[in-house]
């Protein structure tokens, strides 16, 4: 009986045993892959303006080719830009999970290619810097913190830049009628410098962009915007017909 019992202990030990090992390694599997492009996860994290937002995506080749020039010398190097290839169909995002989107460098130039996952080793992904090394591919752990450093140092720079910019059309008290929407952003005209020209502000809470549709006037105070009326378009005909 008391045999049973001790093979009954040990058997469940082993399968939870088991059972914890596998539940780790789809955990693992699962963060590996729901890694997303370090483009994205910057934006993700970040409000930008649609011109910078472009500026950063426009930029990282040419940090990826800079820094494969640098370090790599006449042999190519390779980054994983994204785990899907993305495209449209019939008037549609469509995405092919099937490769990788990878940035090739090679003689000082650059070309965006798709490598078909089922051929890429398991410990190279989303981000990661690779090169060939007798006819397979192996990962650089050197280059791909180095070169996400350099592309993380890029886009704050812009975002610094921006964030600088902004702060100077934010004046406390002063009044703003909303131009237009785009997204999560606003393009804001000053009211009460009667200002030339209009700026895309990225800084509106949740509960603000519901209400801040075209022509209606945001008031800023104590470091943040606040709703004050729906008359902007009056407003702008009378500041207009002063001129």
């Not at 990878?102 to 290619?113: C, D, S």
């Not at 051929?119 to 007798?134: C, G, L, R, Y």
């Not at 910019?165 to 000053?190: A, I, P, S």
Request: net charge negative; hydrophobic share 35%; with cysteine.
């Amino acid at each position: 009986m008391k045999l049973d019992l001790l093979n009954e202990i040990f058997n469940n030990l082993k399968e939870n045993k088991f059972v914890q090992n596998f539940i780790n390694e789809l955990s693992n599997y699962l963060d590996k892959n729901a890694e997303q492009p370090i483009i994205e996860d910057i934006l993700s994290k970040n409000n930008v303006t649609t011109g910078n937002e472009n500026s950063i995506r426009l930029k990282l080749d040419n940090v990826v080719l800079n820094y494969a020039n640098q370090n790599f010398s006449n042999n190519s190097m390779c980054f994983v830009k994204d785990g899907k290839k993305t495209f449209w169909l019939n008037n549609k995002i469509n995405y092919n999970n099937d490769v990788y989107v990878v940035l090739k460098v090679n003689n000082n130039k650059i070309e965006e290619i798709e490598i078909n996952k089922k051929s890429m080793p398991k410990n190279i992904n989303v981000n990661d810097v690779f090169k060939m090394e007798k006819g397979n591919y192996v990962i650089d752990n050197v280059a791909t913190k180095e070169l996400k450093e350099e592309i993380i140092n890029m886009a704050n720079e812009i975002i610094d830049k921006q964030n600088l910019n902004l702060e100077k059309h934010r004046k406390e008290g002063h009044l703003y009628m909303v131009t237009e929407e785009l997204g999560n952003n606003r393009f804001l005209w000053d009211l009460t410098d009667a200002s030339k020209v209009e700026f895309e502000e990225v800084n509106l809470s949740k509960d603000l962009l519901e209400k801040a549709t075209q022509g209606i006037v945001l008031k800023y105070t104590n470091g943040n915007y606040e709703y004050y009326s729906d008359d902007g378009f009056e407003r702008a005909d009378k500041i207009h017909s002063t001129f």
